[in-house]
C-alpha cells in the first residue's frame, strides 16, 4: 500500500512493505513526486545536479559512508532504491539506512575517495571553518 501525504511545500510518501515484518518507512521524494509545476531551469538543475548515496546506521548514527555519486536526480533515486532492494534482513533490522544528499563531488568517483572527502567537509564545517 502506498499512500501520499501532502504537506505546504513538503511531500512524502509513506510506504509499508511486508507489514508486520518493517516498520513504516518515511522518505522524502520531493516537489516533483507531487505534481508541482516547476521551470525549466529549476528541472534543469535536478537533472545537472550530482547526488551521493550515504549509508548511515539509524540506531548509533553511525556513518556508512558514501555509497555512489551519480548525475541527476532520477538516477540518484534509482540506484537508491537498488541498494535498499538488495540490502538483506539482517542489515535492514541491524538500523542501515541509505538517503541522498546534493553534491559537488564528481558523479562515478570511488566511494572511498568521495567518503574521505565528505567528512573533510563535514568536520570542517563542524569546526567552523
Request: charged residues 20%; proline residues 3%; hydrophobic residues 40%.
Amino acid at each position: 500500500m502506498i499512500q501520499n501525504i501532502a504537506f505546504p511545500l513538503i511531500h512524502y510518501v509513506i510506504t509499508a512493505v511486508q507489514w508486520p515484518l518493517r516498520a513504516i518507512h518515511m522518505f522524502h521524494v520531493g516537489p516533483y513526486a507531487a505534481g508541482i509545476q516547476h521551470s525549466g531551469e529549476a528541472i534543469a538543475d535536478h537533472l545537472k545536479s550530482s547526488f551521493a548515496i550515504i549509508r548511515f546506521n539509524s540506531r548509533s548514527y553511525e556513518s556508512g559512508g558514501v555509497m555512489a555519486v551519480v548525475k541527476a536526480h532520477a538516477a540518484a533515486e534509482h540506484l537508491l532504491r537498488d541498494c535498499e532492494f538488495g540490502q538483506s534482513e539482517q542489515d535492514r533490522h541491524n538500523g542501515w539506512r541509505y538517503f541522498l544528499e546534493e553534491t559537488d563531488l564528481l558523479p562515478g568517483m570511488s566511494a572511498d575517495e568521495a567518503t574521505k572527502l565528505r567528512q573533510a567537509r563535514l568536520e570542517r564545517r563542524e569546526s567552523g571553518f
